[in-house]
């Protein structure tokens, strides 16, 4: 359910109050276990009691998560109102794949972002970013050492929130993990929800740490925490920012049994329509 506050009596303006919060889900993957079970990403999400939440490294029809539609499971545990997947490709991310398009219903194997809301949706748009053509080292989960991982397409996913006070836009996004496309990525994003209804929230795996993201953007980051990985987080990839000013009230990280990243949620007061 929106937490809704009207501030009365004066001439304050109603605040919406809401749980926001993105999580990037490893396909469902529990580390621990090296196993992949609907009950267990239902269980996750369901913890986090959001009103919006924006899902990375979603999988619909993959052989490896057990054909699930997993943007499906995370809407069931919210109870959404709107929701969608946009896939950024269709084939295997680790293998063969190719580009697909955005806003498109797949019907064959997929793997892309999601956007879940208790809060009616619309306006839907989506855009897209090409992969990096270089390998880049990373830590990956259940490997020693660094790993050559190639690049994949990014796509960031936004829509319009009513609310009885008013519309503000929210996004999810999945950046690049290759320095300076990230950042490029970034900039672009920030470029386009401005031709949407203010305030802007963007939420998502943004693979910038600490406070890169809001000096970039230049907007207000309403997290500062460690993410990154969730058994002893190092780092924060993951983030939530705001256009205008936004109160936030109670920031959690959510160290769950699913995903080498933790969840992350936040309490906030917005003001539609700024």
Known sequence: MVRTTRYAPGNLPDV?????????????????????????????ITALDTDIVALQEVDYGQLRSGR?????????????????????????PSGRWEAV???????EPSYGIALV??????????????????PVPLKVAGRRGLTPVNDHPRTVLAAVADTPEGSFTVAAAHLSFVPGWNVRQLRAITRWLATMPA?????????????VPARVTRWFQLA???????????????????????????????????????????????????
């Open 117 to 134: 809301s208790r809060i009616p949706l619309h306006s839907w748009q989506a855009r897209a970013f090409p992969a990096a053509s270089v």
């Open 224 to 274: 500062r925490t460690r993410t990154y990985p969730s058994w002893r987080p190092r780092v924060q990839w993951d983030h939530a920012l705001a256009s205008a000013a936004v109160t936030a009230h109670a920031t959690t990280t959510h160290r769950l049994a699913v995903s080498d990243h933790a969840a992350l949620t936040v309490d906030i007061d917005l003001e539609p329509g700024t």
């Open 16 to 44: 919406v109050s809401l749980r926001v919060g993105t999580y990037n889900i490893l396909n469902g993957l529990a580390v621990a276990s090296g196993q992949v079970r609907d009950r267990d990403l239902h269980a996750a």
């Open 199 to 211: 305030p802007h929230v963007l939420l998502g795996d943004l693979n910038l740490p600490g406070n």
């Open 101 to 107: 398009d955005l806003l498109s219903s797949p019907d």
């Open 68 to 92: 699930a539609d997993q943007a499906a499971i995370a809407a069931d545990a919210v109870g959404a109102r709107s929701w969608r997947f946009a896939p950024s490709l269709i084939g295997d």
